[in-house]
């Protein structure tokens, strides 16, 4: 069986998508075949979906937060975890998945560079994402507590960066920083993700540049293989404990 190379100096940088979640429950949007309930998800997961239709989006997240009850974290994440263990500061996470399932893990060095679903946000006062767990009944949009307060009637959004929105640059810049610190001792790892588009795609770029090594590990083989030196295909749950032991 393969496993990852990793030495004293090796930097490893890992992307995961819907696929890592997957055996925990968690279905992807391409399993459903990019619908929900007869909508595409691009209506319920941008803010011109959300403009025309906020009960409408708001059935969407709440649906996918009762749909987290009795979900853990599977031996995937578990592997990433225990690499980040070894590796302490050598190690970066980057998910694309707003499923909390790497934090309920024990993952540290994490960006969810999506957002949370647990976590909404007033879409008027600066008022920081908040911790909110609440699968809202159909018909139920939630208010701004603290607008409220002042006099003013403010939507609640989920805290997810929605298509059409940018990703914060502090992320970015973070995850820069990480792969011109590690260069040539980088290793990248995407996994469960279909790795062909932005930011899967850039980061396979960014870490070729750097003159690192790239690795996928996914459940199928995406169109351009060519782009990773090393692919393993397979389910993420039972691959990474074997490729990630040392
Ligand atoms: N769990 C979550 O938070 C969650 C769930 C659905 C979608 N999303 C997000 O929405 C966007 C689009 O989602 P998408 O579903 O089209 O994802 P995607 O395009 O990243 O596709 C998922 C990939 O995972 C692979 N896969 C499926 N099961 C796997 C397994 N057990 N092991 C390894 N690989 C597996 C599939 O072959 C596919 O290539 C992404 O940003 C995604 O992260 C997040
Ligand atoms: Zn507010």
């Not at 590690?182 to 930011?199: D, E, H, K």
């Amino acid at each position: 069986m393969k496993t990852l190379p990793i030495t004293d100096d090796t930097h490893v940088l890992v992307l995961t998508g819907a696929g890592v979640s997957a055996e925990s429950g968690v279905p992807t949007f391409r399993d459903a075949g990019g619908l929900w309930e007869g909508h595409d998800v691009h209506e319920v997961a941008s803010p011109d979906g959300f403009a025309r239709d906020p009960l409408l989006v708001w059935r969407f997240y709440s649906q996918r937060r009762a749909g987290m009850e009795g979900i853990t974290p599977n031996g995937g994440h578990h592997a990433l975890v225990a690499l980040e263990r070894r590796l302490g500061d050598r190690f970066l996470l980057v998910t694309q998945n707003v499923d909390g399932l790497h934090r309920a893990a024990g993952s540290e060095r994490l960006i969810e560079l999506h957002g949370e679903l647990m976590r909404s946000r007033c879409t008027v006062c600066d008022r920081p994402p908040f911790e909110d767990r609440q699968a809202y009944k159909p018909g139920v949009a939630p208010m701004c507590g603290r607008c409220k307060a002042a006099g003013k009637d403010a939507l609640l959004r989920p805290h997810i960066v929605w298509f059409g929105e940018i990703i914060d640059r502090a992320y970015l810049a973070r995850i820069e920083r990480f792969v011109d610190t590690a260069g040539r001792r980088l290793v990248f790892l995407a996994v469960g993700t279909s790795g062909l588009v932005y930011p899967a795609a850039g980061l396979v770029d960014a870490a070729r540049h750097a003159g690192g090594t790239s690795w996928l590990v996914n459940a199928e083989a995406p169109a351009n293989v060519e782009r990773f030196d090393h692919v393993v295909l397979g389910p993420s749950g039972t691959v990474l404990p074997g490729l990630l032991a040392n």
